[in-house]
């Protein structure tokens, strides 16, 4: 990275407010100077009087040409400035998150730790790295020895960038077992670090996986959308008496029932269904099924603001269907991950699934996203997601 003599960039509107209080986002159509840049150039922002607003790492692809590094003209973008930021992250997960208990959790996430565009997860001594900008590439060289540093034993790093390649690339260090087992809450999980959803494992449903091992006892459970079984593990830890975990993903399932075994629960009384969600809730509501507690955790539903309408509907749609599995009194957690889609948007989508079930609910918990994936305060882009639990009262 590189401050002497960085280009100047000058905003083309009267907008340096929002980015001195905070927002790390500069796009393109902001800015009135453009220039030949290459990605990952450092750049300073000005405002229409030449005025110092902002340090950033350019993006010549992307509608965001600029993110934010730091709102100080005097602190120069070099590997100090990333050691520094790494410790900043570790310093806080160690405090909230880390422990005998629990060795995975977000090291970095991106706006929210003032890294745009860097998502670090670590895994038992294992840290993969995701660049979600192409102003990020020039740069992982870099982040990898600042990793290196700021992380004590870090046994390996590998890379999951969007922008390269979807598949797994070790960079420095040791190959992780195939899988490699993680504590969370003393719950076990394999996870595929290389070829797993994200970055192998959603390390975001912590806290939400953790409430459902505490309500679940004497329940029967239907986990929808279970992935490799991170809900149906905690529910059958707290005591359900039967868990079904449904998955399009036929490896994702198995790898569900091999997590079971991996925390010394006998797989046989639960069932692990590889099929369409929405075919298997039509199919359990015809033949009359009820569950003590029904969880949806889709995946995100709108990639885009002209998306969201569309969105709002697919998730009342499938929570109006998934309501008629829930007994009365029993539970019902849904979750959504679509950052455009807000906590109230939500919410509203909900109670219209309610209505037109006819069904009655109270609102007993509500979970967003835990402390080691945090939200900037300007930066509302940042709250993705949601998880409420609901008590079926008709």
């Known amino acids: 990275m590189s401050n002497a003599a960085n280009v100047r960039l000058t905003l083309a509107r009267d907008l340096a407010r929002p980015i001195r209080a905070g927002h790390p986002w500069i796009y393109r159509n902001a800015l009135a100077s453009h220039a030949d840049l290459p990605a990952g150039a450092v750049v300073d922002v000005t405002d229409g009087r030449g005025r110092f607003v902002a340090r950033g790492y350019y993006d010549p692809k992307a509608a965001v040409?600029?993110?934010v590094l730091t709102l100080d003209a005097d602190e120069r973008i070099d590997s100090a400035f990333?050691?520094?930021?790494?410790?900043?992250?570790?310093?806080?997960?160690?405090?909230?998150?880390?422990?005998?208990?629990?060795?995975?959790?977000?090291?970095?996430?991106?706006?929210?730790?003032?890294l745009p565009g860097v998502i670090i997860d670590l895994y038992a001594g294992y840290a993969v790295l995701k660049l979600y900008s192409a102003g990020l590439l020039p740069h992982r060289d870099s982040l990898v020895r600042a990793?290196?540093?700021a992380v004590p034993g870090l046994k390996g790093i590998i890379a999951r960038d969007d922008l390269k390649a979807e598949k797994g690339e070790l960079l420095v260090g040791d190959t992780p077992p195939d899988p490699l087992v993680i504590l969370e809450n003393g719950a076990k999980f394999a996870v595929d670090l290389f070829g797993g959803q994200k970055t192998g494992f959603f390390l975001d449903q912590r806290e939400s996986r953790f409430l459902v091992r505490r309500l679940a006892s004497g329940k029967s459970v239907l986990n929808c959308f279970g992935y490799t079984?991170?809900?149906?593990?905690?529910?059958?830890?707290?005591?359900?008496?039967?868990?079904v975990t449904v998955d399009l993903d036929a490896d994702a399932v198995a790898l569900a029932r091999r997590n079971f075994t991996l925390n010394g629960l006998d797989p046989a009384p639960h069932?692990?269904?590889?099929?369409?969600?929405?075919?298997?809730?039509?199919?359990?509501?015809?033949?009359?099924?009820?569950f003590g507690m029904v969880i949806l955790d889709p995946p995100a539903y709108a990639?885009?603001?002209?998306?969201?309408?569309?969105?709002?509907?697919?998730?009342?749609?499938?929570?109006?269907?998934?309501?008629?599995l829930v007994e009365k009194d029993g539970l019902f957690c849904t979750a959504s991950c679509t950052a455009?889609?807000?906590?109230?948007?939500f919410f509203s989508a909900v109670k219209s699934a309610a209505s037109a079930a006819?069904?009655?609910?109270?609102?007993?918990?509500?979970?967003?996203?835990?402390?080691?994936?945090?939200?900037?305060?300007?930066?509302?882009?940042?709250?993705?997601?949601?998880?409420f639990v609901f008590r079926r009262v008709d």
Do not use: M
């Not at 079984?229 to 008496?241: H, T």
């Open 303 to 324: 990639k885009s603001q002209k998306a969201v309408d569309a969105a709002v509907a697919g998730y009342t749609a499938l929570n109006r269907t998934a309501l008629a």
């Open 147 to 149: 990793l290196r540093d």
């Open 340 to 345: 455009r889609v807000s906590a109230e948007d």
């Open 82 to 114: 990333l050691r520094r930021r790494l410790h900043s992250c570790l310093e806080l997960r160690r405090a909230l998150v880390a422990g005998d208990e629990t060795n995975a959790f977000r090291l970095v996430h991106g706006e929210g730790d003032g």
């Open 271 to 290: 069932d692990f269904w590889a099929a369409d969600v929405g075919s298997t809730v039509k199919r359990l509501t015809e033949q009359g099924e009820k």
């Open 65 to 67: 040409a600029v993110r």
């Open 358 to 387: 006819g069904v009655r609910l109270q609102l007993l918990f509500q979970r967003f996203q835990p402390p080691d994936h945090p939200i900037a305060l300007q930066f509302p882009e940042g709250r993705y997601l949601k998880f």
């Open 229 to 243: 079984g991170g809900f149906s593990i905690n529910a059958a830890l707290g005591g359900a008496g039967r868990v």
